[in-house]
């Protein structure tokens, strides 16, 4: 039987994050990766975003596994929030299913999963198909990348990975298992473009070693450090130099105990216990023997810094003298710029010795040009779909495949939006443009434990409570009397006005007395009526004086 193949994605393309794409044979659907993103300042209080996944809905019997290659929320985030309603085993490695399960308690999900431990380099047969999963090299622990195997040839999927030859075995690319990959036809490549842009390869700019080891062999006194939690080559590296230069661990706060726990409960420990001080003996070692570690994720851990910097964090052991160093090794994405820098302002006023490792000195583990240019020369796909990442990335990469010399062309690089199927039949490709084979595609948002589309209504009003204030405005009357009898009361919250404050608030409480007095004058009272007008008239004349529109809550009441 000659397979049908369709692929698409539900996220993950022009965007960061989100990563959800779906491979269809025949009637068995694979869904690699269900990640989420962290939602920009336009979005204020929710907490996640996620991939729809009304598609995978309506076809829950049909799922067959969700493949998760690596430990990072932006590729296992969906799950806690969609699981339950579309339940399929999980494959991951040992590390990417603790990560999963530890993000899950964390965010107060009930979910409950089917999982199987994959070796990150290994052969597997998941409903009657082979898969075989190769290790990459990627700065979460055992993650991999995979190809399935189908009668048109392989489709391989990458993952998130570079090309390093040197790292232990817990980061490593297996180039063995990716050339016996390419022995056999490959249909398709799915390729990471997040870091394409770049030029060269990754490696081994993207170390953190040499750009703290001098820092920590000079240091004189406490060291400080701030790590994102997702990224355990990182913490790995610095376990490494803080042995080297003898010198022992402190945890900042439970996060990052509980972190290094968890892989020890796993049997993939961090670091030798013995080589840990624990918070009530710090007092006893010596300034110049330890590394104070703070881990965290995106804003929780820029907020951290924040704290200790403002000398209101909840540890108060915990205080920057002139004589400490704070390394600040977690470079910011563009949604946390105004957080991080904030951050960064604080320590200076502690007149410790601050390491800023941004961007432009380290580089993030995702496959540069020559990453890439490598995995296409060693599988040499008859298709390419560059996925992860923004449109340019998206771009920039397809321009890789274009000038290797290994004949691709418009023809066999497949540039696609999120929603739009591509179908290989007989080893030929055909892109579903039409509005009607695209797949039901967007953004949910995740507000607590709730779930659901964007609701322009509700964030429009987080903007405008956010942007400027609110004022509440209450007023009881008689129906029999016709008159108010309790009130006017106003009360401001959020709404700033610098001049001529006692007049505007003078004025605001004549335009709502005028207002439900003229409405009590009517032969029916409709209070909904009179706040409408109420909040009209306000809304009016605030703007006139001000050019702000806060949000207007008249509250009329018949007693």
Do not use: W
Not at 193 to 202: D, F, I, L, V
Not at 397 to 406: E, M, P, Q, V, W
Not at 440 to 465: A, F, H, P, S, W
């Amino acid at each position: 039987m000659n397979d049908v193949i369709k692929f698409f994605a539900l996220g993950g393309l022009d965007e960061n994050g989100k990563n959800m794409y779906v491979l269809e044979i025949n009637e068995d659907i694979f869904v690699f990766e269900a990640g989420l993103k962290y939602p920009d300042k336009t979005r204020p209080g929710i907490d996640f975003v996620i991939p729809n996944f009304e598609y995978l809905k309506h076809n829950r019997n049909r799922i067959k596994a969700y493949i998760i290659t690596h430990g990072h929320d932006d590729q296992f985030g969906a799950l806690p929030f969609i699981y339950q309603e579309v339940p399929a085993p999980i494959y991951g490695s040992e590390a990417t299913i603790m990560m999963l399960e530890k993000f899950t308690k964390e965010v107060g999900s009930k979910a409950t999963y089917t999982t199987t431990t994959v070796l990150p380099s290994s052969r597997m047969t998941i409903a009657d198909r082979k898969f075989i999963f190769f290790q990459t090299t990627h700065n979460a622990m055992l993650s991999f990348g995979v190809a399935v195997d189908t009668s048109q040839g392989y489709v391989v999927y990458t993952g998130d990975f570079i090309v390093e030859y040197n790292a232990s075995n817990r980061y490593k690319l297996d180039l063995n298992s990716l050339a016996k990959i390419a022995e056999k036809d490959v249909l398709c490549l799915l390729a990471e473009s997040t870091g394409a842009e770049k030029t060269g390869y990754t490696s081994p700019g993207h170390r953190l070693t040499p750009k703290i080891s001098q820092v920590v062999r000079d240091a004189k006194g406490r060291i400080f450090i701030s790590i994102y939690e997702q990224s355990a080559y990182s913490v790995e590296e610095l376990v490494a130099i803080a042995i080297q230069n003898k010198r022992k661990l402190i945890f900042y706060d439970k996060v990052t105990s509980s972190y290094f726990e968890t892989f020890e409960e796993h049997k993939l420990p961090l670091i030798d216990p013995r080589f840990i001080v624990a918070n009530d003996d710090m007092l006893r070692v010596r300034d110049q023997d330890v590394i104070v570690v703070m881990l965290g994720n995106g804003q929780e851990l820029f907020e951290k810094i924040l704290k200790l910097g403002t000398k209101k964090n909840d540890d108060k052991r915990f205080v920057l003298k002139p004589s400490d160093t704070f390394i600040i090794a977690c470079p910011p994405p563009v949604v946390l710029e105004v957080l991080a820098t904030e951050a960064l302002d604080s320590l200076y006023f502690s007149e410790a010795n601050i390491v800023n490792i941004s961007t432009t000195n380290v580089g993030n583990m995702h496959a540069q040009e020559e990453d890439l240019r490598m995995m296409l020369s060693l599988l040499k796909p008859k298709y390419y779909i560059p996925v992860k990442g923004f449109y340019r990335h998206q771009i920039a990469n397809a321009k890789i495949a274009l000038n290797s010399g290994l004949n691709f062309s418009h023809q066999n690089i497949l540039l696609l939006d999120t929603g739009v199927p591509v179908i290989f039949k007989d080893r030929t490709a055909k892109i579903m443009y039409s509005e009607v084979d695209r797949i039901v595609n967007g953004d949910l948002m995740v507000d607590g434990t709730g779930i659901g589309d964007t609701n322009r209504g509700v964030l429009e009003d987080r903007q405008k409570l956010s942007d400027d204030g609110i004022i509440i405005l209450g007023v009881g009357y008689s129906p029999l009397l016709k008159t108010i009898i309790a009130g006017p009361d106003v009360q401001m919250r959020g709404f700033v006005y610098l001049r001529d404050s006692e007049l505007l608030l003078k004025n605001i409480i004549k335009i709502l007395v005028e207002s439900v007095e003229k409405g009590l004058e009517k032969p029916k009272i409709r209070p909904d009526e009179i706040a409408e007008d109420v909040s009209k008239n306000i809304e009016r004349y605030i703007f006139r004086e001000t050019r702000r529109r806060p949000m207007i809550i008249p509250l009329i009441h018949e007693l």
